[in-house]
């Protein structure tokens, strides 16, 4: 068994209902490897509206598929620990390219989990027709197999988020992606303890789902059986208003902030 392949299964075994996995969303070196260094962290997520923002692009294709791979390995690189990408779409338009590009992730980058979206567009856009959505799971879950690593595949259901109405087909998508070969069911939409517990119940699999102010606290989607708990770029937000904050109490010849004796490096 590889060292991948090793990171592959740990990865897997981390997502425990009722015990999620928090991973904090890193998008480059230093990231990885400051949140990898804090304590209790055991894997780490890539975000790719981060990876794409601090590069100057958009979200949602403004990267392309060599520069998300390029992306992916610098932060796989930098730690010891499993590394899963957000990857979007696939950067592919069909399922066949959504299956070479992930066994390009895999092999190229070091990644042993992904992210896989089922909208066209944007969270809000149209969504894949449910059947092509599955498809494209497949063709990760035949990407990984092509390359010999158990990818975990964290399938992203974004009906809810277009149509927060739309229940009986956000379910229906969340297992066909289980039966196609996704791991685990990235469920956007997901904002009270009522929904959370209801797709627990009728999704025949593990839940993901995302955090951020005003959200159902994370002990309590512990306590209701969540198995995975990420912030997107939620975390790239965190990190941008503390530096606003810094950056105003300086230019008011303010006092300095203890955090800017952070010490860290490569």
Do not use: C
């Not at 092509?146 to 809810?160: E, K, Q, Y």
Request: no cysteine; proline share 5%; net charge negative.
């Amino acid at each position: 068994m590889t060292d991948q392949h090793a990171k592959a299964v740990l990865l897997n075994s981390l997502h425990e209902p009722g015990s999620p996995l928090i991973v904090t969303n890193v998008w480059d070196a230093i990231t990885a490897k400051v949140v990898s260094e804090a304590p209790g962290v055991v894997a780490l997520a890539s975000a790719s509206h981060s990876v794409s923002n601090v590069r100057g692009l958009e979200d949602g294709g403004g990267l392309d598929v060599d520069e998300a791979i390029a992306a992916a390995k610098i932060i796989v690189g930098a730690v010891d620990l499993p590394v899963t990408i957000d990857f979007e779409k696939g950067y592919a338009s069909d399922a066949a390219g959504v299956r070479e590009n992930v066994r390009r992730l895999i092999v190229e980058s070091g990644s042993v989990g992904i992210n896989l979206e089922d909208s066209v567009g944007a969270a809000k856009a149209p969504q894949f027709p449910i059947e092509e959505a599955a498809a494209r799971v497949a063709a990760a879950r035949a990407g990984a197999e092509d390359a010999g690593i158990p990818l975990v595949i964290n399938a992203r259901v974004d009906t809810l988020a277009g149509d927060p109405e739309a229940w009986d087909e956000a379910v229906a998508r969340a297992n066909a992606y289980l039966e196609a070969g996704a791991d685990v069911v990235f469920f956007l939409g997901l904002g009270t303890e009522e929904l959370v517990a209801k797709a627990i119940e009728q999704v025949h699999g593990r839940i993901s789902v995302i955090g951020y102010p005003g959200a159902v606290p994370l002990k309590r989607l512990a306590e209701l059986g969540v198995s995975r708990v990420s912030f997107g770029p939620g975390t790239l937000g965190l990190t941008l208003a503390a530096l606003q904050r810094a950056a105003t109490g300086l230019t008011e010849l303010g006092e300095y902030p203890e955090d800017l004796g952070f010490s860290f490096e490569l």
